[in-house]
Structures are given as structure tokens and as C-alpha cells.
């Protein structure tokens, strides 16, 4: 097995999914889409009447959870998913290409042996697996040229040119990356704090609203209940939204915490348009994530900082973009992009308010 040098992309996409590789014919297919993620796994069945079935399990990240809770959470959501479909009488259809982004999935063989699970699931048919930023890409982008960037407690960024080369930066943890994520703002943030206190930072009304947040009464009683828990890596990105609460009302130093941010998101973006040829001066910027799409102040810093990105912050759910890769890998795509994801959004939302 050869060293992986420094040049080599983490992510390689299938020609097909290349975006200047335009398909054949509309969509006339069945379609599974998989989106297994580190809280949920949620699944989509498109049937060509336009129908779309939606389910939700458990956690799909097998490293998370291990690979035998995923796997079992991402089968169940698939078994489910066509029982619906059934129970609605639509029996005679084939899956033609089903595609899972799956969080924490990377290895070629921990790749390999989950597709061939999910094929023994739903027949003889095409299935990639691949980590969910493609999900992501295939979301906000449409599966076009350009960047996109996942900033929720944890964050990633993957870029994709018009030959099809396709480029991941971060993505590494919270141990050794997570640039840009709510998890670095709350933890920044909490810093703040206590360089307040030591006398070598500047006054923040971090200060008190940290205290009513893990409802402690002083800042002592705060490092030693993030140290007894200890705090988990949730429960510090959860206090990224009080940061940007502060920020919003002008506090200085939570300015500067997502000021910073921003500027470790426009350094991941960089390096992506650099390694994939892209001109800084003009693309699209994906943004998604529980943290970044839900908050104008921080496009507002990121643009600041590309002012040559047109931001695109789609509020459509991974498991509907993952659709158009399995139509994609089918050589099928929809005459309106913008509706067919429109359409399935309203679907979903209607199946999310009774579930």
C-alpha cells in the first residue's frame, strides 16, 4: 500500500458526477438518497410520479458510533423508507442509483463494505457511498463548479471544477481542525472569558451570559465544571449561539471571535480554489450547516472576507441533494434544478411537521 503524498485529492468524485457532464434524459426513475449523519440518518425515496418518501433513524457515523450502530440505524431507515412507499400501494419500482453521504466515512474499505451492505438491501443496482461534504456540494451547488463549506458543531470544506477534480480541506476533527465551526466560536468565545479574567483581555458580556448559559454563578465554577464533566464538544459548540447574540448587540470581543472565524473560513476556501484552479474572484460559496446558513452575521464576515463569492445558503435538507447524485450516476437530471429541489423541500417539510 502506497504513502499517500501531499498532492493527492481525499475525495475523487465518479466522472459522471463531473459538472460539465450533462446527462441524458429527464428523471424516470426510482431513486435513494442517504444522509447519515453524527445525530441522525435520514433517507429519501423519489418515485418517478414525483413521489418522495422520507424516514429518519439513529446516527449513521460510523466513526462515532462504530460501524456495526451505523450500519444498522442507515438499514433500518432504507427498510423503512420503502415500507411507506408500499404502504401507499407503489410496489412496482426499481431503484436505479442510490447514493449515501455518510459522516466519518472515508476509507476505501469502509466504502466498499458498506455499499455492498446497502446493495444486499436494495437489489442489484448502483450505489456509491461518500463522505457527507459531497452531499453538501450536491445540495448547495447543484452539483455545479465551485465551493462549499459545512460549519455546524463541527466543519469541513470540498471543492469541485468544471473537469470534475475535486478537492476536501479540513474536515479533521475537533482535535486537529474544525476551523470555522460553532464548536471553535463557542470555545473562542468561552476563552475570552477567562482571558478576562486574568487581566490580559478586554471586558465581554460573554462574562455573565456564560454563567447564565451552564448556570454556574462565577467564572472559577465555570473551568471547574467544564473540566468535571467534563464538557462535551456539543455543549461548547452550544454556546456559539450566545456568541452571536453578543455580537449582534455590538459586544466587541464577540465581534472579534467570529471575525476570526470567518477568516479561518476564507483560508480553508483558498486552499480549495488554489489546489482545484479556481478563480478567487468569482464563484460560488455553498454554505451549510446548522451554524452558518441559520446566521446571516456570519455570511456577512465570510463575504467580507471573499468578497468574490456569490453565497448560496439553501435551507434544502442533504438527503434531497443526495438525489440528484443518484440521478446523476443514472444519467438522468431534472429539467428545473431549482424546482425539483423546491418540490421535494415542501415534501419534506410537510413529512418533518408530523414527525
Known amino acids: 500500500m502506497g504513502i499517500m503524498t501531499a498532492q493527492e485529492s481525499l475525495i475523487a468524485i465518479p466522472p459522471e458526477l463531473a459538472p460539465n457532464i450533462k446527462p441524458g434524459s429527464e428523471i424516470k426513475s426510482a431513486y435513494l438518497s442517504i444522509d447519515g449523519g453524527g445525530t441522525k440518518t435520514e433517507t429519501a425515496l423519489y418515485l418517478p410520479n414525483g413521489k418522495v418518501y422520507f424516514t429518519r433513524t439513529g446516527p449513521g457515523n460510523p466513526e462515532a458510533y462504530g460501524t456495526e450502530t451505523a450500519t444498522k440505524n442507515i438499514l433500518k431507515s432504507i427498510n423503512e423508507v420503502f415500507l411507506k412507499a408500499k404502504a401507499d400501494n407503489e410496489k412496482d419500482f426499481i431503484v436505479k442509483a442510490a447514493f449515501g453521504g455518510i459522516s466519518g466515512i472515508d476509507e476505501r474499505s469502509e466504502i466498499i463494505a458498506m455499499e455492498n451492505v446497502i446493495r444486499d438491501a436494495i437489489g442489484k443496482t448502483t450505489v456509491l457511498i461518500m463522505n457527507d461534504v459531497v452531499s453538501a456540494w450536491a445540495t448547495a451547488l447543484m452539483c455545479q463548479e465551485g465551493v462549499v463549506v459545512i460549519s455546524g458543531t463541527g466543519s469541513n470544506c470540498f471543492g469541485v471544477n468544471d473537469g470534475g477534480m475535486a478537492w476536501r480541506v479540513g474536515g479533521w476533527g475537533h482535535l486537529f481542525a474544525d476551523e470555522g465551526s460553532g464548536y471553535l466560536i463557542g470555545l473562542n468565545g468561552l476563552k475570552k472569558i477567562f482571558q478576562w479574567r486574568d487581566g490580559r483581555g478586554k471586558e465581554t458580556v460573554l462574562s455573565d451570559l456564560a454563567l447564565q448559559h451552564y448556570n454556574v454563578p462565577t467564572v472559577l465554577h465555570l473551568a471547574k465544571a467544564a473540566y468535571h464533566r467534563p464538557f462535551t464538544k456539543a455543549e461548547i459548540a452550544g454556546f456559539g449561539p450566545t456568541v452571536e447574540t453578543a455580537a449582534l448587540e455590538g459586544d466587541e470581543v464577540a465581534i472579534e471571535v467570529f471575525i476570526e472565524a470567518a477568516k479561518d473560513i476564507e483560508s480553508l476556501v483558498i486552499c480549495a480554489l488554489s489546489n482545484l484552479h479556481l478563480d478567487s474572484g468569482q464563484f460560488d460559496l455553498g454554505l451549510v450547516g446548522g451554524f452558518v446558513d441559520k446566521s446571516p452575521l456570519f455570511q456577512k464576515y465570510i463575504h467580507q472576507y471573499l468578497p468574490g463569492a456569490t453565497i448560496k445558503a439553501p435551507t434544502t435538507p442533504s438527503c434531497?441533494?443526495?438525489?440528484?447524485?443518484?440521478?446523476?450516476?443514472?444519467?438522468?437530471?431534472?429539467?428545473?434544478?431549482?424546482?425539483?429541489?423546491?418540490?421535494?423541500?415542501?415534501?419534506?417539510?410537510?413529512?418533518?411537521?408530523?414527525?
Open 320 to 355: 434531497i441533494g443526495g438525489l440528484l447524485v443518484a440521478a446523476k450516476l443514472n444519467k438522468e437530471w431534472p429539467s428545473s434544478v431549482a424546482s425539483f429541489l423546491i418540490d421535494n423541500e415542501k415534501s419534506y417539510n410537510v413529512w418533518k411537521s408530523t414527525n
